[in-house]
């Protein structure tokens, strides 16, 4: 595609539901990024694929979060048992390599009540 | 984890203004970038560069790792420069700045 894209662009959901935000990156970028912006936290890395796998998964903030990527291509972030704090900007971006410039999707908006 | 802090958080510029950005981390890093985020949110990433100086246009920047800080100069600033700009370190993990928040005025 032109560029990447993400859905939804808007998530509203209940504490304690599962969410599943999508990412696909620009065809023939080889990493993948997701980021986090909240109003408490400010910009926060959650992790980056390279290919389909995932060196180091430090980033993301508890075992409730997982991300997976398949095909290098299209990626998922799933948050399980949503909590109030997971309410954010969820970002991701993609690059023809690691240390390329990465380009960035417009975010999914999560609210979670 | 690494500190990273950034100055000054907001800063008004008239256009045609230069100015300076200064991010200033804790520890040695393997990375470091800098980006720009407009006023309606969308990020861009402008600068990857751990040392050395780097430009594109009427941006530059420049890192200097001994001595753990980085600048972002913008010379004769535009309105569409306004927005936040965010560096970010990369060392065992990857922290962010708070950001300067950048307002150029007509």
């Known amino acids: 595609g032109a560029g990447v894209s993400q859905s939804p662009s808007n998530k509203v959901t209940e504490k304690g539901k599962d969410v599943e935000l999508r990412c696909d990156p620009i065809s023939g970028h080889t990493a993948l990024y997701w980021y986090r912006q909240s109003l408490g936290q400010g910009l926060e890395f959650l992790i980056y694929f390279q290919g389909n796998s995932a060196p180091d998964k430090s980033g993301l903030p508890s075992d409730r979060f997982s991300a997976e990527r398949t095909g290098g291509s299209v990626s998922t972030l799933t948050i399980q048992r949503t909590q109030q704090e997971d309410s954010a900007v969820y970002l991701c971006?993609?690059?023809?390599?690691?240390?390329?410039?990465?380009?960035f999707g417009p975010g999914t908006r999560l609210l979670v009540l | 984890g690494i500190q990273v802090e950034q100055s000054p958080p907001d800063l008004i510029l008239q256009e045609g203004a230069n100015s300076t950005l200064r991010c200033n981390f804790s520890d040695s890093v393997n990375n470091l970038q800098w980006f720009h985020q407009n006023p309606w949110g969308q990020l861009i990433n402008l600068f990857y560069?751990?040392?050395g100086t780097k430009q594109n246009g009427r941006l530059s920047a420049t890192t200097v790792a001994t001595e753990r800080y980085s600048l972002l100069y913008i010379s004769s600033s535009q309105t569409t420069d306004s927005g936040v700009y965010f560096c970010?370190?990369?060392?065992?993990?990857?922290?962010f700045g708070a950001g300067t928040r950048l307002t150029v005025k007509p």
């Open positions: 560069i751990p040392s």
């Open positions: 970010a370190v990369v060392g065992n993990d990857m922290r």
């Open positions: 971006a993609s690059s023809l390599g690691i240390q390329e410039t990465q380009y």
